[in-house]
């Protein structure tokens, strides 16, 4: 199946283009959650949902697309080590610039906005 990128109207793989939108088709998009980490690497383990936003943030304004992904509660029985609070994925085509870009930004955070262990993570 073939997707038009336009309109989402599906198309049989041998059909490139759309007929009402005159677009080139896209190979048929995964539902969300099997698409996810996939073609993702994690690039960055983060300490709170806060940093993860942030790195995220950056990156997304750097035009790569990142996915905080917090690790699963459960495995942990509920408790959430906060130094482990998930990881940052970005697509392994853009792993190398989101490296440099996180360098870049991490090296202008203070020493301490990644080692925040007093920090709830919950708190709004
Ligand atoms: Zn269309």
């Known amino acids: 199946m073939s997707f038009c990128p336009e309109c989402s109207a599906e198309y049989t793989s041998d059909v490139l283009i759309c007929a009402d939108c005159q677009v080139e088709l896209e190979p048929e998009r995964l539902p969300e959650d099997t698409v996810e980490y996939i073609d993702w690497e994690v690039i960055q383990e983060i300490p709170n949902e806060f ?12 035009g790569i697309d990142a996915v905080v992904h917090p690790h699963e509660i459960s495995a942990l029985g509920g408790i959430r080590l906060e130094s482990e609070w998930g990881e940052l994925l970005v697509q392994s085509d ?31």
Do not use: F, M, R, Y
């Not at 940093?51 to 750097?62: A, F, Q, R, S, Y």
């Not at 610039?97 to 007093?118: G, M, Q, R, T």
């Open 94 to 124: 853009q792993v190398q610039d989101a490296k440099s870009i996180i360098e870049d930004h991490l090296a202008s955070l203070p020493d301490d906005a990644l080692e925040n262990s007093d920090a709830d993570p919950e708190a709004t």
């Open 51 to 62: 940093v993860g936003n942030l790195i995220k943030g950056v990156l997304e304004g750097e």
